[in-house]
Structure formats: structure tokens, C-alpha cells
């Protein structure tokens, strides 16, 4: 999203004109009439904190070219692995695009190594999307009982397979009972995974 399609929706949302947009940000109703238009590539430090406030995004990287920032917050752990009890921690949040906000919801963080194959570390976030479905070859976030694991899943001939990507970590498999008693929900699907090293 553009800075002159923020300025739009903000206009639209709220029903401020360039005059108030102005008086807010205190710059002149040209300024604001150059902003909606495009022309004006960049905004001073001050205004560029106003504009942020007021507008919702983190304006200052995309005025620098790079993408627009949001925040989305990391909600616990998830284990690359087994046998980590299923419990929400709160982590904070994590600066993200306005694109992978659009598409997930959420930050994991991973403990454990039975990812690594697909660049999942210990210690990774990974970005989910909330759902109770994933098509078969799609790595989700599943809840086992009350574990939470992140695993390929793998629909095979009435069996729920989940497929750890080391090879020192056995997969495991789930009958179409097993998956109703025990029970296993798939709660979401990993759309990308951040590692700082």
C-alpha cells in the first residue's frame, strides 16, 4: 500500500480533509494535496511520526522504499518435535509486512529440531494462518490432545500422517479414529518461518 493510498482510506474512514490532515500533522493543505497525489517522496522525521500515529502503519520504511511495517503478536511455542504441552504464552509481537499481514494471523515460536530440513530451527517464528484444514504436502501447526507440534501433514489411504522433515525424528500416524478420539486438530498453516542467527 502506498502512502497516497493510506492517506485515501484515512480520508475515507474517518471523513478528515486535507485542511484537517494539515492542522494534525501541522504541515500546509499543499503538502497534504502532494501526499495524496504521490508527488512528495519524503516526510521529515516529526511528520513521519504524526503520520504514523494518525494513519495506523509505520510510514517511515516505505517512504525509504522498503515495504510498509505492522505488528503481529507471537502467541507461545510450538514444537518441532513432540510432546510440548499446548499452552498460550503471550511473547510480544513481531514487526511484519502489510502483505504477511493479510495473509497470517499470527507468530509461533519453535522449540526443537524436527524441522531443520525445511529451515525450521529452534528458536525460529514462524507466520500462521488460523485454520482447521490444510491441503495434504502443507506444513500446519497441529494440536495433539493438548500438545502442539509443527509437522507436514499428509493425507494417505484413511491415515492423518505427520511428516517430520529430520531424519532422526520419527513422523507419526494417526488412524481416522485416532484423530477423532484423541483428538488431532490441525489449528493452522505455516506460511513462512524467520531465523535470527
Known sequence: MTLKEM?????????????ELARRCNVSRSTVTRWSSGEIKKVNDDTAEILSQLLGYNITPHLMGMDTTIRLPILGYAKAGYDLFAE??????????????????????????????????????????????????????????????????IYKKGMLILEAANPNVDSRYFSQQEVKELPVKIIGQVLSCRTNY
Open 7 to 19: 492517506i485515501h482510506q484515512y480520508k475515507l474512514k474517518t471523513g478528515c480533509t486535507d485542511s
Open 88 to 153: 498460550e504464552n503471550y511473547l510480544g509481537e513481531e514487526e511484519t509486512t502489510l502483505k504477511e499481514k493479510e495473509t497470517g494471523d499470527y507468530y509461533l515460536k519453535i522449540t526443537g529440531d524436527s524441522m531443520v530440513g525445511v529451515g525450521i530451527m529452534d528458536g525460529s517464528l514462524v507466520l500462521v494462518r488460523q485454520c482447521d484444514f490444510v491441503e495434504s504436502g502443507k506444513i500446519a501447526v497441529i494440536m495433539i490432545d493438548q500438545e502442539v507440534t509443527v509437522k507436514r501433514v
